[in-house]
C-alpha cells in the first residue's frame, strides 16, 4: 500500500523531452503496437505513446539509478531502435524488448500522460494478459504536464513523472476487468487492473548532484 506522500516526482529536463519526441517519430516509421490504442488510431497516437514512454523510463532510471540512469535510458533505446532492421533481416515480426524495458532486467514499466484532474493516487495500473510473465515486475509511472511561467527556473519544467508504485507479477487480481462492471474507462477491458494505492512504494531514494 502507499500513500501521496510515497510517489515521488521527477522533472523532466528538455535534453530529455528532445529525446522522446526523436524516439517518438523513430517509433511512428517503424509501426510499432499499441497496447491500449485502437488499431486505427495507432499512427496517429504512436507519437505520443513512445514519447510519454520513453519520458517514463527516464524518470523511473532517474529514480533509481541517479545520474547513471541515463545511460541505461540510452542504452535501452538504442536496442529497440534497432527491431525493425532485426525483423527484416530474420523475415519475422517476433523480435521485441521480452517485456525488459530496462536491459537484462525483469522490469516492465507501464507509462500513461494524465489527462485528467484525478489525483495520481487514484490511477491504476493496467497490465494486458499478453504482457504478463512470472516473476516479472510492473512500475507504474505517470507523466503530467503544466505550462512553464519561467523556462529558466529549476521547478519551472514543462513535464513531470510520477514514480507511484510497483507490483509482482503474482499481485496482479485473478481475473481481467470487464468494462461492464464499469468502475474504469473501458480502454482497460480484459487489462489486469490494480489500484495506486494497492501498489508497493518505490524506496524513498535522494540522489546528490
Known sequence: MISENDIKKIDIPDFIVKYARSIGEKFVKAKTPSQFRHVEERGDTVNEDAFVGCMAHYAYLRHMHGPEGIGKLFDAYWVS????????????????????????????????????????????????????????????????????????????????????????????????????????????????????????????FKWEF
Open 81 to 204: 531502435n534497432h527491431f525493425p532492421e532485426i525483423r527484416q533481416i530474420r523475415k519475422t515480426k517476433l523480435v521485441s524488448d521480452g517485456g525488459s524495458d530496462i536491459l537484462r532486467l525483469n522490469v516492465d514499466v507501464k507509462a500513461s500522460l494524465v489527462r485528467t484532474s484525478l489525483p495520481i493516487i487514484r490511477h491504476r495500473l493496467p497490465i494486458r494478459p499478453h504482457d504478463r510473465r512470472k516473476n516479472w515486475v510492473y512500475a507504474l509511472i505517470l507523466i503530467t504536464e503544466h505550462t512553464r511561467e519561467n523556462p529558466k527556473l529549476n521547478d519551472a519544467y514543462k513535464y513531470c513523472g510520477h514514480v507511484v508504485g510497483w507490483a509482482r507479477d503474482s499481485d496482479l487480481p485473478s481475473k481481467t476487468y470487464d468494462k461492464e462492471e464499469g468502475g474504469a474507462p473501458s480502454e482497460f477491458h480484459g487489462a489486469y487492473l490494480m489500484k495506486a494505492e494497492s501498489l508497493n512504494p518505490f524506496p524513498p
